[in-house]
């Protein structure tokens, strides 16, 4: 390597001096020089614009530019410190308090000369508050040039306030945006980006920018349009990074054995398919006909079910099953909830009927067995079943991921089906698949929220995706309505009355509240608590310190607002009120799972009128003669769940009908999110709307637990051209070159880029 060179593999600590190199790696995980050089401004001031102050709030860690408007010295005798400064800052509207505490002459000394009213400044610290007002405690402080003359400004501080645009870093409580922005600069003087990792045909066709080019001006942009062509080319390399790791997994892919697994006539299938008591819709006929076919090919399918919620997609996995079944291998159903599992066991039970009572006196001909597996399965079961799986007895497993453990051996594990896939990560999906003998299983995986094609292409880019558009014949419309429980209060004893007029009418009704209540909650949404909670103001998003953005929301901000309803409370409050005299049973994740297991039985019988739930009911529980569900404090739930939720009504004759419970205030954002869910019952908008307000990285999460996203510039929705391309480019380069051999820069780029997440990429 030559003197006085940077590599972008070069660790800080070398660069940079190992002080500041371990600050910022504990700070914000950056390792190396690329590292930090993706660590992109957060956004950036135009000079001469100030930030507004009003929109500061405590707890914030902030960088702020401002003007000192005030500043004034009071002497502390008697106390550690001589003297306290106070400085009044503006951006002309706000005023913002900084307080500093002096212990010698020269600090105060320094201070004056530094803090003269009229000059700008940034400000970088923790807004708190004294007495109502807010302020920055010792912040530390950079000033501008600007009108009174800086006699501490050294020259390059001079230069770097010159150009138009000042970067402000996603920074910490313990490195300043300013340290960075000058660690950046270091690295930058002597910076050698190495070759260009995207090949040149891509670079001129879309005239992206080199790769060294883009680095210096997502940092030091001289204008927006530079600064925009830098982002262009760097969310370019983004996704055709990934795209060119997913093509080469999806080669990878083909290439492994899978055991071919041709539908048999004459079998278990065949005769499954005859005592169906309905006719399968078109989708669903079309849908099947591709899995058997995917299903007899010796590589393993890799496929991704998406259908509304009662499209019918179990019918298919089942059909599935049992055509690996009848050529002689198991499949195993892995369910995201007991509940879900216990359900799946008893409708697969319920539709196989004798099919599959093998072993017992009823059994039919070709019968096979049923296992499930769950947690909470008993001793002596779990043992029969543990058992059934390993001989092969049982040729279908059901469970949770209780199937996962070690100790569950399957004799010939063929087909693997994960149900309402957005609950498993892909470990998960990894260790089952691992579970086969020597050859790979075919993997089925379905879900009811749709995924829009960017996320498919990116996030679950090896998969294969079908889609089933129509719902079954004679399925009922939901009604869904906003009930302001706050505003109109009359509108909430109304949803109840209804509530008993359904259950008069013979029908029943779901409850649903986002707590247990009394005690730790489980299965309480986390990832949606009110936007307020999350929205910081601008300049202090709440990634500047590090939180995770899914469900690290600080607690604190919720104290004060009163806790969200609870089951065990809005039970027997109904109980004793507005739905007096009616049967209610309350389900829960707390619950033990017999226990669950009973009133999900009793209320599929009509021995209870009015469950009242946590979101336990949330995926694929399907009860068709319940026609109501009140959702309560609705805006604690997420866009796409509670179309989840939604949609365990009306799936039988009468019509479905959803009312949204909230006391978020009218034009709030919770409220639009509410009415938009009221508005339409199309999931694939919804998801839509879902995915546009989380964050990429949240969509990716599971993937990337514990580490920082790749795509810190891609966004999924909004780059969905872009994507697509690179998607076409990347797969035209790895075809020509698999290994990409002749393209050294592109795969070591595809591995700083992608680090861990390519070693999970070559696991799937
Ligand atoms: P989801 O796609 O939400 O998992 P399910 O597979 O649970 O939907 O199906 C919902 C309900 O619709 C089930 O009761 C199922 O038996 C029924 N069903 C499935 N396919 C059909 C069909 N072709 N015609 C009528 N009912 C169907
Ligand atoms: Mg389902």
Same mark, same amino acid.
């Given at each position: 390597?030559?003197?006085?060179?940077?590599?972008?593999?070069?660790?800080?600590?070398?660069?940079l001096?190992?002080?500041t190199?371990?600050a910022l790696?504990?700070a914000?995980?950056?390792?190396?020089?690329?590292?930090?050089?993706?660590?992109?401004?957060?956004?950036?001031?135009?000079?001469?614009?100030?930030?507004?102050?009003?929109?500061?709030?405590?707890?914030?860690?902030?960088?702020?530019?401002?003007?000192?408007?005030?500043?004034?010295? +009071?002497?502390?005798?008697?106390?550690?410190?001589?003297?306290?400064?106070?400085?009044?800052?503006?951006?002309?509207?706000?005023?913002?308090?900084?307080?500093?505490?002096?212990?010698?002459?020269?600090?105060?000394?320094?201070?004056?000369?530094?803090?003269?009213?009229?000059?700008?400044?940034?400000?970088a610290?923790?807004?708190?508050?004294?007495?109502?007002?807010?302020?920055?405690?010792?912040?530390e402080?950079?000033?501008?040039?600007?009108?009174?003359?800086?006699?501490?400004?050294?020259?390059?501080?001079?230069?770097?306030?010159?150009?138009?645009?000042?970067?402000?870093y996603?920074a910490?409580?313990k490195v300043s945006s300013w340290t960075i922005s000058r660690s950046v600069?270091?690295?930058?003087?002597? $910076?050698?980006?190495?070759?260009?990792?995207?090949?040149?045909?891509?670079?001129?066709?879309?005239?992206?920018?080199?790769?060294?080019?883009?680095?210096?001006?997502?940092?030091?942009?001289?204008?927006?349009?530079?600064?925009?062509?830098?982002?262009?080319?760097?969310?370019?390399?983004?996704?055709?990074?990934?795209?060119?790791?997913?093509?080469?997994?999806?080669?990878?892919?083909?290439?492994?054995?899978?055991?071919?697994?041709?539908?048999?006539?004459?079998?278990?299938?065949?005769?499954?398919?005859?005592?169906?008591?309905?006719?399968?819709?078109?989708?669903?006929?079309?849908?099947?006909?591709?899995?058997?076919?995917?299903?007899?090919?010796?590589?393993?399918?890799?496929?991704?079910?998406?259908?509304?919620?009662?499209?019918?997609?179990?019918?298919?996995?089942?059909?599935?099953?049992?055509?690996?079944?009848?050529?002689?291998?198991?499949?195993?159903?892995?369910?995201?909830?007991?509940?879900?599992?216990?359900?799946?066991?008893?409708?697969?039970?319920?539709?196989?009927?004798?099919?599959?009572?093998?072993?017992?006196?009823?059994?039919?001909?070709?019968?096979?067995?049923?296992?499930?597996?769950?947690?909470?399965?008993?001793?002596?079961?779990?043992?029969?079943?543990?058992?059934?799986?390993?001989?092969?007895?049982?040729?279908?497993?059901?469970?949770?991921?209780?199937?996962?453990?070690?100790?569950?051996?399957?004799?010939?594990?063929?087909?693997?089906?994960?149900?309402?896939?957005?609950?498993?990560?892909?470990?998960?999906?990894?260790?089952?698949?691992?579970?086969?003998?020597?050859?790979?299983? +075919?993997?089925?995986?379905?879900?009811?929220?749709?995924?829009?094609?960017?996320?498919?292409?990116?996030?679950?880019?090896?998969?294969?995706?079908?889609?089933?558009?129509?719902?079954?014949?004679?399925?009922?419309?939901?009604?869904?309505?906003?009930?302001?429980?706050?505003?109109?209060?009359?509108?909430?004893?109304?949803?109840?009355?209804?509530?008993?007029?359904?259950?008069?009418?013979?029908?029943?009704?779901?409850?649903?509240?986002?707590?247990?209540?009394?005690?730790?909650?489980?299965?309480?949404?986390?990832?949606?608590?009110?936007?307020?909670?999350?929205?910081?103001?601008?300049?202090?998003?709440?990634?500047?310190?590090?939180?995770?953005?899914?469900?690290?929301?600080?607690?604190?901000?919720?104290?004060?607002?009163?806790?969200?309803?609870?089951?065990?409370?809005?039970?027997?409050?109904?109980?004793?009120?507005?739905?007096?005299?009616?049967?209610?049973?309350?389900? +829960?994740?707390?619950?033990?799972?017999?226990?669950?297991?009973?009133?999900?039985?009793?209320?599929?019988?009509?021995?209870?009128?009015?469950?009242?739930?946590?979101?336990?009911?949330?995926?694929?529980?399907?009860?068709?003669?319940?026609?109501?569900?009140?959702?309560?404090?609705?805006?604690?739930?997420?866009?796409?769940?509670?179309?989840?939720?939604?949609?365990?009504?009306?799936?039988?004759?009468?019509?479905?009908?959803?009312?949204?419970?909230?006391?978020?205030?009218?034009?709030?954002?919770?409220?639009?999110?509410?009415?938009?869910?009221?508005?339409?019952?199309?999931?694939?908008?919804?998801?839509?709307?879902?995915?546009?307000?989380?964050?990429?990285?949240?969509? $990716?999460?599971?993937?990337?637990?514990?580490?920082?996203?790749?795509?810190?510039?891609?966004?999924?929705?909004?780059?969905?051209?872009?994507?697509?391309?690179?998607?076409?480019?990347?797969?035209?380069?790895?075809?020509?070159?698999?290994?990409?051999?002749?393209?050294?820069?592109?795969?070591?780029?595809?591995?700083?880029?992608?680090?861990?997440?390519?070693?999970?990429?070559?696991?799937?």
């Amino acid at each position: 390597m030559l003197p006085g060179v940077t590599t972008l593999r070069e660790p800080l600590t070398r660069t940079l001096g190992p002080k500041t190199g371990k600050a910022l790696e504990s700070a914000l995980g950056v390792r190396t020089v690329g590292d930090l050089l993706r660590h992109y401004p957060r956004r950036y001031y135009t000079r001469g614009e100030l930030t507004d102050l009003s929109s500061l709030r405590e707890g914030d860690h902030v960088t702020v530019l401002a003007r000192v408007d005030h500043v004034s010295v +009071h002497p502390m005798p008697n106390r550690n410190f001589r003297a306290r400064g106070e400085v009044i800052v503006t951006d002309d509207r706000a005023k913002l308090m900084l307080t500093f505490f002096f212990r010698t002459t020269r600090a105060e000394h320094g201070f004056k000369q530094q803090l003269v009213p009229g000059m700008v400044g940034m400000f970088a610290g923790t807004v708190s508050s004294f007495r109502h007002r807010l302020q920055l405690v010792h912040p530390e402080y950079e000033m501008l040039p600007g009108a009174p003359p800086n006699a501490d400004l050294t020259p390059e501080l001079a230069a770097e306030f010159a150009t138009e645009l000042t970067p402000v870093y996603p920074a910490s409580a313990k490195v300043s945006s300013w340290t960075i922005s000058r660690s950046v600069k270091t690295v930058l003087n002597t $910076l050698d980006a190495g070759p260009d990792p995207l090949p040149p045909a891509v670079v001129e066709r879309y005239r992206l920018y080199g790769r060294a080019e883009a680095i210096r001006a997502i940092h030091r942009p001289l204008d927006w349009a530079d600064r925009d062509r830098a982002r262009l080319r760097l969310k370019w390399d983004e996704a055709f990074m990934l795209q060119a790791a997913l093509a080469q997994r999806r080669l990878a892919a083909a290439a492994l054995p899978a055991m071919p697994r041709p539908r048999a006539d004459g079998g278990i299938a065949d005769e499954f398919d005859a005592r169906l008591p309905f006719t399968l819709t078109a989708g669903q006929v079309a849908v099947g006909q591709t899995i058997a076919t995917d299903l007899a090919c010796a590589y393993p399918m890799h496929r991704l079910l998406q259908g509304e919620v009662g499209s019918g997609k179990t019918v298919i996995a089942i059909r599935a099953m049992l055509q690996v079944v009848d050529a002689g291998g198991q499949a195993a159903l892995l369910a995201p909830t007991e509940v879900l599992a216990q359900q799946h066991y008893r409708s697969v039970t319920d539709m196989l009927g004798p099919l599959a009572r093998r072993g017992q006196l009823d059994a039919a001909e070709h019968a096979t067995g049923v296992a499930l597996l769950t947690g909470s399965t008993g001793a002596a079961a779990r043992r029969a079943a543990l058992s059934d799986t390993f001989t092969g007895d049982a040729g279908i497993v059901i469970g949770t991921h209780a199937l996962l453990e070690e100790q569950v051996q399957f004799a010939d594990l063929g087909l693997v089906v994960i149900d309402e896939q957005h609950r498993f990560g892909v470990e998960q999906r990894d260790a089952l698949r691992a579970k086969a003998a020597d050859k790979r299983p +075919h993997v089925l995986v379905m879900t009811a929220t749709p995924i829009p094609r960017t996320v498919a292409m990116t996030v679950y880019g090896d998969l294969e995706t079908s889609t089933l558009t129509e719902l079954p014949a004679g399925r009922s419309v939901i009604a869904t309505h906003v009930v302001p429980a706050a505003d109109k209060p009359h509108f909430l004893e109304r949803a109840w009355a209804r509530v008993r007029e359904e259950v008069t009418r013979g029908q029943q009704a779901y409850v649903v509240c986002p707590r247990i209540g009394d005690g730790p909650d489980t299965d309480s949404p986390d990832d949606y608590p009110d936007e307020d909670d999350f929205t910081g103001p601008d300049v202090a998003g709440p990634f500047m310190d590090g939180t995770d953005m899914t469900g690290g929301i600080p607690r604190s901000v919720v104290k004060g607002r009163r806790q969200p309803l609870s089951v065990l409370d809005v039970a027997a409050t109904l109980d004793a009120g507005q739905l007096a005299g009616l049967r209610l049973g309350i389900l +829960h994740g707390r619950l033990h799972p017999e226990e669950k297991d009973r009133v999900m039985r009793e209320f599929s019988a009509g021995r209870i009128d009015v469950l009242v739930a946590t979101t336990v009911i949330e995926v694929g529980v399907d009860v068709p003669n319940a026609t109501v569900m009140v959702i309560m404090d609705a805006e604690r739930f997420g866009v796409s769940q509670l179309h989840q939720l939604r949609g365990r009504v009306g799936r039988g004759a009468v019509p479905g009908l959803c009312l949204l419970v909230t006391e978020a205030p009218p034009d709030g954002p919770s409220r639009q999110r509410l009415d938009a869910v009221a508005a339409t019952l199309d999931g694939f908008e919804l998801s839509r709307l879902d995915l546009e307000q989380r964050r990429e990285g949240d969509v $990716l999460g599971a993937a990337q637990a514990g580490r920082q996203s790749s795509l810190k510039l891609l966004q999924l929705l909004a780059d969905e051209d872009l994507i697509g391309r690179a998607r076409q480019e990347a797969g035209a380069v790895v075809e020509a070159d698999p290994d990409l051999a002749r393209h050294p820069a592109l795969r070591a780029a595809i591995e700083d880029l992608l680090g861990v997440q390519a070693e999970y990429l070559d696991k799937t």
